[in-house]
């Protein structure tokens, strides 16, 4: 049984973070240089009226694996600034496998007026549950800027337990989490028994997560279809479930050619392609070949995204 009680942190966690974020790509420029122009060129197509909330930057997508702390800064202040005054938010992936470097990540971000912390368990080293609660509790004490924990085992070699994740959200600023674990039953028992708000981390699971107590997205194919990730989402609160299945379904081809290569090379591929800013991935990652994006524009062309992903002139 889990022994945290239930609170009002979701809804706090929903006016802290919104519902709609895109898991962003990191645009670097032809000679896989930081492209900061671009960055905040991205944001602001990303977060246009009837799009996403905010954006999530050095994440997984955004390559964060393969960028400096100056990179990562840059991220936060170019999203900061065009977002400022919009009520659309900045969420800063904090994550590694060093708790003191994931601290000067989080004051950083902070410093560069990030809205909240994306936090994953650290990788590699494989701690103890209790590793963990004090890795997190640690990073969330560093700030004053509401946590989202990001809980994704296939990524990270360990899963976040349920126990710790009921011992997590006794922090005041630890109010919600990222799903990507793919084990609706865990989930739906941290959902019961703590006041947690979650959020799919895992775009083929969003209707699944959603039917279980879910709040919202933390969405790769946010890049291409944040739009229809929001009438998915206003469908199923409306009690339309037909509608929100046909959504789903509908998506499913995207869904799936965004995962068939590393998802930040597919997406900078389509984004390439439709002229908004992208550039390279950087190694161990590598850029998709035409035939492999061509691919990836059937898919989403199957999901109905030709229209949506028209470029606007943004550049």
């Not at 109905?304 to 943004?314: F, K, N, R, Y």
């Amino acid at each position: 049984m889990i022994s945290a009680a239930a609170s009002p942190k979701s809804s706090v966690a929903e006016a802290a973070f919104g519902r709609v974020l895109t898991a962003m790509v990191t645009p670097f420029d032809a000679a896989g240089r930081l492209d900061q122009p671009g960055a905040a060129d991205l944001v602001r197509w990303l977060c246009r009226d009837g799009w996403n909330d905010g954006v999530v930057v050095n994440g997984t997508t955004g390559e964060s694996f393969a960028t400096s702390n100056w990179e990562k800064a840059s991220m936060v202040h170019a999203a900061s600034k065009v977002l400022q005054g919009t009520g659309k938010k900045v969420i800063a992936g904090v994550g590694s496998g060093d708790t003191a470097h994931s601290i000067a990540l989080a004051q950083e971000a902070a410093a560069q007026y990030a809205d909240g912390l994306l936090i994953v368990a650290p990788y590699y080293s494989r701690p103890s549950q209790a590793g963990l609660l004090r890795h997190f509790l640690a990073i969330a004490d560093s700030t004053d800027l509401p946590v989202m924990l990001y809980d994704i085992p296939k990524r990270t070699g360990i899963a976040i337990s349920p126990e710790t994740l009921a011992a997590a959200s006794r922090h005041p600023r630890i109010v919600a989490v990222k799903d990507a674990k793919g084990d609706l039953e865990s989930t739906s028992k941290v959902l019961a028994e703590t006041g947690l708000a979650y959020y799919s981390g895992d775009d083929a699971l969003n209707l699944p997560l959603l039917s279980v107590g879910a709040s919202g997205f933390v969405s790769v194919v946010g890049h291409l279809a944040a739009n229809r990730l929001s009438d998915l989402l206003e469908a199923f609160g409306q009690g339309r479930v037909r509608d929100a299945i046909d959504i789903h379904r509908s998506l499913l081809p995207v869904y799936g050619g965004a995962f068939r290569a590393p998802a930040a090379a597919s997406i900078k591929a389509l984004l390439n392609r439709l002229g908004l800013p992208a550039g390279p991935v950087r190694l161990p990652l590598v850029n998709l070949t035409d035939e492999e994006t061509d691919l990836f524009a059937q898919d989403a062309a199957m999901s109905g995204l030709s229209d949506a992903l028209l470029p606007t002139g943004v550049r």
